[in-house]
């Protein structure tokens, strides 16, 4: 049974580029999350998705966005790269009445 | 503003003793509690919850926690630990009136266990 899984494993991208980070859900699960997880810090939730829609946002201003595809894989984009998106962004995957199964993680480098 | 504390960011202890990581949230209404681990290079996992029922609650590797809700405090404990049990700890809260899932996450505690 495939868990959650995220692409690329690592990433750095200059200051002002843009990124996107993959994720496919466990198997069965409609719903992905997104988290940024800063060194230190615990996640923070940046949205989720469900039905292809943005069903929910954290406080992260409008260079994040999202898209969820009709086989529920997920991707979060950044625009306008700054070097506190540095960090590790994790995927969670749900489906009603189940936990949140975490991914690997994509982690992310600004320079 | 919600949110979750963690009292301590890095515990060290030697094999075989007590462990007790500290967590309170700020709300007022019902929550679901939860406290994950992160092993060394892997998943964030599920270690117990609390939804209702017994304050006391049993989860995976001998963890179990305690929910006092008129502390507003969900505390880990294990009474004898292991190095396997070194990671990180992360107390996270779900708001019953979000049934969306959004999960708010302590800082984390980094626990390491010393032969």
């Known amino acids: 049974d495939a868990g959650v899984t995220q692409s690329p494993t690592h990433l750095i991208k200059t200051r002002g580029q843009q990124v996107t980070l993959r994720c496919s859900p466990k198997?069965?699960?409609?719903?992905v999350s997104w988290y940024q997880q800063a060194l230190g810090q615990g996640p923070q939730f940046i949205f989720q998705?469900?039905?292809?829609?943005?069903?929910q946002r954290g406080n992260f201003p409008d260079r994040f966005s999202g898209h969820q595809f009709p086989n529920y894989s997920s991707e979060l984009n950044v625009n306008a790269l700054l070097l506190g998106d540095s960090a590790l962004y994790l995927c969670?995957?749900?489906?009603?009445?189940?936990?949140?199964?975490f991914g690997p993680g994509t982690r992310l480098t600004v320079t | 503003a919600q949110s979750v504390s963690q009292h301590n960011h890095h515990v060290i202890l030697s094999e075989a003793a007590s462990l007790e990581l500290g967590c309170n949230y700020s709300?007022?209404?019902?929550?679901?509690l939860f406290w994950y681990v992160q092993y060394p290079g892997q998943h964030l996992q599920l270690l117990l919850k609390?939804?209702?029922?017994?304050?006391l609650v049993k989860g995976i590797k001998g963890f179990e926690a305690e929910f006092i809700k008129s502390k507003f405090s969900f505390n880990l404990r294990k009474p004898s630990v292991q190095w396997s049990d070194t990671a990180e700890y992360f107390c996270?809260?779900?708001?019953?009136?979000?049934?969306?899932?959004?999960?708010?996450f302590g800082a984390g505690t980094q626990v390491v266990v010393t032969p």
């Open positions: 998705y469900y039905e292809e829609e943005e069903r």
């Open positions: 709300y007022g209404g019902t929550v679901n």
């Open positions: 969670a995957s749900t489906a009603w009445g189940d936990e949140q199964y």
């Open positions: 996270a809260v779900l708001l019953t009136t979000d049934s969306w899932g959004k999960l708010q």
């Open positions: 198997s069965g699960h409609d719903t």
């Open positions: 609390y939804f209702s029922g017994d304050p």
